[in-house]
């Protein structure tokens, strides 16, 4: 069973994608499930899951933005009100959740391994985050002993499925992923996408949510601080 555990919905502010379109796209790609984890709500997983058929499996997701840096809680059902890292991780326990640490390496106001103490899981591929950076994210998880999974961080349709978690096993139920998860009974699979597709990507998303002039504005920004 393969799943994609990282998408973003219309209800990401920078993000393009239906609920609707997303579940078509996944099936078509011949994903068995996915998670829905927008930025700082669970309403588009919910609206997600309420529009999945064929036995399609929704996992209810949100990405926080937190003091540290974003951090990933799967298998929600209510809201994170929080917005300390610590205070997050255990908002999500408390639901019985997990915490996934998303693209480690990337934008995080502090060093990971400071922080992987208290999460569960590694996001060891991320299609947005450099080839370089997933590596590095990889050898993290596996210095401090961490299950990895794999998500698309998609954003636009062309990104759905581009990495990948793979669970092995004839009769997975639902109720079955996490566990697996848990114990590292997965393995991950794709391709980052090129710069110039993650540019682009980008580049949708932030004009949805800055509009033209701010799109502009980052463009400039890039322009006059590369390293950035």
Known sequence: MNFDLHIHSIYSKDAILKPERIVKIAKKKGLSGIAITDHDTIKGALKTKSVAFDNFMVI???????????????????????????????????????T????????????????????????????????ELNYRAQNLAKNFGLP???????????????????????EV?????????????????????????????AGIGRFRRDGA????????????NPKK
């Open 213 to 224: 002039i701010g799109l502009m504005k980052s463009g400039i920004n890039k322009v006059l």
């Open 100 to 131: 996934v640490l998303p693209h480690p390496y990337k934008n995080r106001q502090c060093d990971p391994k400071d922080l992987l103490e208290m999460v569960d899981l590694v996001e060891g591929l991320n299609a947005r985050t450099s080839k």
């Open 173 to 201: 139920v639902f109720d079955d992923i996490k566990d697996y998860l848990l114990k590292g009974k997965a393995a991950i699979n794709g391709n980052e996408l090129s710069y110039y597709l993650r540019m682009l990507s």
């Open 60 to 98: 209810v997701g949100a990405e926080v933005q937190t003091d540290k840096g974003e951090i990933i809680g799967l298998f929600l059902n209510e809201e994170i009100k929080s917005r300390k890292f610590a205070e997050v991780i255990d908002e999500i326990k408390d639901q019985d959740g997990i």
């Open 148 to 170: 990895i999974i794999a998500g698309s961080d998609a954003h636009t349709p062309f990104e759905i499925g581009q990495e990948q978690t793979i669970i092995q096993g004839w």
